[in-house]
């Protein structure tokens, strides 16, 4: 802990708050990441805090605030089972949220109605429930969903009323959506899929006005991310379908507390709290904080961030339940940047990473089932973890060891934190710091929950914000919460963040990739998960049973461009990119499309050497979420003979 302070104080004496970096991550609880967020932003002194989050969900964020003016889901989980059409946009909803999966197969076979339909590129076993797939050309979404709005507005199925009442820029929406194509059979060309499949597609969506639409790593990694989020939030805008029962756009996070960590501020563009680096937010919080040192600007995003420790300009990082090496793209430079780094602090609940190779500073901290507080899902609901398990060894929660060093730092009043419902208590109170009418309101509060005590906290039932002043109340003075909402539901009646508190369609115009496969890399790479596997399976690696679905790292490849390359199934192959290269095994599969192949994620330097697609994937970044898009990479493929 004195190390750790010592080098961030002399670092920041010698070069300023802005040579030092905090990179964190969505599985860090909320009460961590306050804690972090609170120290770098408002003691510190610099907004060099982001996220893997910003590689999983900054451009629903970013979209989303360009829609409704506030990072905000309208809808529900149970609008899903709603839904008379659920339409899955870029997610492998079976594997990657398999409990939401089993109930949408559930509830589908309640109801023959509901359909649903899958728009990802690769047959997935998402397919296995859908009435229909639509497998798109990689990048082609926005225009899928400007065919989409088009289509609705021939079709005469406009909710002009709610257009007229509550949102702005529809025209020129409708313009642009309209010029990125000239009829349905380019559009459908454009796309890469049938006519009449895409058509299928759209009067189904002309049909029922419940239409759930969810999306996931598919329009987030993209770098035209934010764009695709808009396109499909400008239908349900259009005609009316946001947060009513059944119907509205619907963003799946990806990991436990990706929500979590945009509600406190864990993204280098956000303040705290839902808020940003405008003049008024600014002084909201430092007041709040009574912070001596409020950083004013916004700090790096993830893939700059290590570019700038590449560059020296960053010369202390402290990397907090993420694995960079491996989830970054083009992992070699990352390398570099963290060879580079004077000082390298890594806290994680094992010892030995890709990552932590790279630690001069190395904190043992606790993981899920050791620590304590609160996550928040994908439909805005907050949910406590409680520890099964004593701490293991020396381990600490996160929000202990940022503490620690905060009060060496010399900021001991400020983070003198008792237990993670100190925290929870402050977050709630800074939510609803003057947000009760005055000035523009923001979307996200709990305010009531700043005074709820410890043992409420300690039985706390899953609840969602919005939590107004009235929604909840005590039964008497000194018992639990009682819940009088069960399910909330944002915009069916407008009232959004904007400031005239009127949606914005955005004009989503169609973009060609700007990193395109051609005759040096000719085949499209698109990384993503696997079942049985968590990220880059520091934890799932190590369980024998769950390394029996997948057991080791693959290429999936259409036959036809396995045998154009001389690829033999259960063979090697060598894959190569502008960026590095990697060897694996050879899986033929006609879930893919032809000219594209797909790699997992998962395997690290742990445990394969060779099969490790992060060193492959290219930096190309969305130019206004800044998120990578780790779906789109050219490369080319040849058999690997290994050297005997
Ligand atoms: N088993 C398992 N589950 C997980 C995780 C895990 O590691 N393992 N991680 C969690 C996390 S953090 C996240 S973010 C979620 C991610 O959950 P998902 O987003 O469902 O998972 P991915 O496999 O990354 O990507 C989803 C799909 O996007 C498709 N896709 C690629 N390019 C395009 C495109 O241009 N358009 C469209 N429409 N689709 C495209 C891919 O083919 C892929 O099938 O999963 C969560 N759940
Ligand atoms: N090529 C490619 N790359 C990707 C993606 C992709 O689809 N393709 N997906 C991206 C997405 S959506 C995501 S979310 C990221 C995920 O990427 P990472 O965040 O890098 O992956 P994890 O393996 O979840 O890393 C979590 C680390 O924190 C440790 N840990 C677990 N719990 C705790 C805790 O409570 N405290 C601390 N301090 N440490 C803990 C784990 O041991 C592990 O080392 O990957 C991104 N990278
Ligand atoms: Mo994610």
Request: glycine share 6%.
């Amino acid at each position: 802990m004195d190390e750790v302070t010592e080098r961030l104080k002399s670092t920041i004496e010698q070069y300023g708050p802005n040579a030092v970096a905090l990179y964190g991550s969505g599985q860090l609880l909320t009460e961590d990441y306050y804690v972090a967020n609170k120290l770098m932003k408002g003691f510190i002194g610099s907004a060099n805090m982001d996220t893997n989050s910003r590689l999983c969900m900054a451009s629903t964020v970013a979209g989303q605030k360009r829609a409704f003016g506030s990072d905000t889901v309208p809808n529900n989980y149970q609008d899903l089972e709603l839904s008379d059409l659920l339409v899955l946009v870029g997610s492998n909803t079976a594997w990657c949220h398999p409990v939401l999966f089993q109930r949408i197969r559930a509830m589908k076979e309640q109801r023959p109605e509901m359909k649903v339909v899958v728009i990802d590129p690769r047959r997935t076993d998402t397919c296995d429930i859908a009435d229909l797939h639509l497998a798109i050309r990689p990048g082609t979404d926005v225009l899928l969903f400007n065919g989409l709005l088009a289509w609705l507005a021939d079709k005469g199925v406009l909710d002009q009323a709610y257009i007229n009442e509550h949102s702005q820029g529809f025209d020129q929406a409708l313009d642009v959506a309209r010029s990125s194509f000239s009829d349905m059979a380019q559009l459908a060309e454009a796309c890469g899929v049938e006519r009449e499949t895409m058509t299928c597609f759209y009067e189904w969506f002309t049909e029922t006005d419940k239409s759930v639409t969810a999306w996931s790593q598919g329009v987030n990694q993209s770098a035209v991310g934010s764009d695709k989020v808009n396109a499909m939030i400008n239908c349900h805008l259009a005609t009316g379908r946001i947060g009513k029962p059944g119907s509205g756009p619907l963003s799946l996070t990806g990991q436990p507390n990706a929500m979590g960590g945009r509600e406190v501020g864990g993204l280098a563009n956000q303040l705290a709290a839902h808020m940003d680096f405008t003049p008024e937010d600014i002084s909201r919080v430092e007041r709040f904080w009574d912070a001596p040192n409020i950083a004013k600007a916004p700090g790096k995003t993830a893939v700059d961030l290590f570019k700038a420790m590449d560059s020296g300009e960053i010369k202390f990082v402290w990397i907090m339940g993420t694995n960079p090496v491996v989830s970054l793209p083009n992992s070699n430079q990352v390398i570099r940047a963290l060879q580079k780094c004077p000082t390298v602090v890594v806290s994680d609940c094992i010892e030995k990473t890709d990552t932590a190779a790279f630690a001069d500073i190395l904190l043992p901290a606790a993981p899920w089932s050791e620590k304590d507080g609160t996550v928040t899902n994908s439909e805005r609901r907050i949910s406590r973890q409680r520890a099964l398990f004593p701490l293991a060894g020396e381990a600490k929660p996160d929000w202990w060891i940022v503490s620690e060093v905060a009060s060496r730092l010399g900021f001991a009043e400020a983070f003198n934190y008792s237990g993670s419902v100190d925290i929870f208590r402050e977050h709630a109170a800074l939510s609803g710091f003057e947000n009760n009418g005055s000035g523009r309101v923001r979307d996200f509060t709990i305010a009531p929950m700043a005074t709820i005590t410890d043992p409420e906290y300690q039985t706390l039932d899953p609840f969602q914000w919005p939590l107004s002043e009235n929604a909840y109340h005590r039964a008497d003075s000194d018992s639990v919460l009682s819940r009088t909402d069960s399910q909330s539901r944002l915009f069916s009646d407008g009232g959004f963040f904007t400031p005239n508190g009127k949606a914005r369609f955005v004009a989503t115009h169609f973009q060609q990739p700007l990193n395109a496969p051609g005759k040096r890399y000719p085949l499209l790479l698109n990384t993503g998960r696997v079942r049985d596997h968590w990220h880059t399976m520091t934890r799932t690696g190590l369980s024998p049973r769950l390394n029996q679905h997948t057991d080791e790292p693959f290429l999936a490849i259409h036959p036809e461009d396995a045998e154009r390359n001389r690829l033999s199934d259960r063979g090697l192959c060598q894959i190569s990119s502008e960026f590095g290269k990697a060897v694996v095994r050879v899986q033929i599969s006609d879930a893919q499309r032809c000219g594209e192949v797909f790699m997992p994620m998962h395997w690290t330097r742990q445990h394969s050497e060779t099969g490790f697609s992060g060193v492959l994937v290219n930096p190309v970044l969305d130019p206004v979420s800044k998120q990578p898009d780790l779906k789109f990479t050219p490369v080319s493929i040849m058999p690997y003979e290994s050297e005997q």
